[in-house]
């Protein structure tokens, strides 16, 4: 009868831990999906002195975005919201 219920707790185990796997795989593909979900961060290129901010190729607030494609940067931060376009944000 403790063989039974050993079986039952391995079983269990692996169940629970199966779980946790596929929790996190589908959290990760959620964030792949939707970048939106986490804040996007000021591009490298804001990163630099006030002084020459005219000659960089950043947007103003409210206007559309891209983390990724082109020279698409922000005064501020880019927001990515999980729908629509991504847009500035502050300056």
């Given at each position: 009868?403790?063989?039974?219920?050993?079986?039952i707790?391995?079983?269990?185990?692996?169940?629970?831990?199966?779980?946790?796997?596929?929790?996190?795989?589908?959290?990760?593909?959620?964030?792949?999906h939707?970048?939106?979900?986490?804040?996007s961060?000021?591009?490298?290129?804001?990163?630099?002195?006030?002084?020459?901010?005219e000659?960089?190729?950043?947007?103003?607030?409210?206007?559309?975005?891209?983390?990724?494609?082109?020279?698409?940067?922000?005064?501020?931060?880019?927001?990515?919201?999980?729908?629509?376009d991504?847009?500035c944000?502050?300056?």
């Amino acid at each position: 009868s403790f063989r039974f219920f050993e079986e039952i707790i391995m079983r269990l185990a692996t169940l629970l831990g199966l779980s946790v796997l596929h929790l996190a795989l589908c959290v990760l593909t959620c964030t792949a999906h939707h970048p939106g979900l986490e804040k996007s961060r000021v591009s490298y290129e804001n990163m630099g002195d006030e002084e020459n901010a005219e000659e960089r190729s950043c947007v103003h607030e409210r206007e559309t975005c891209s983390k990724v494609r082109g020279p698409l940067c922000c005064r501020g931060e880019c927001i990515c919201p999980i729908y629509g376009d991504c847009f500035c944000y502050g300056s």
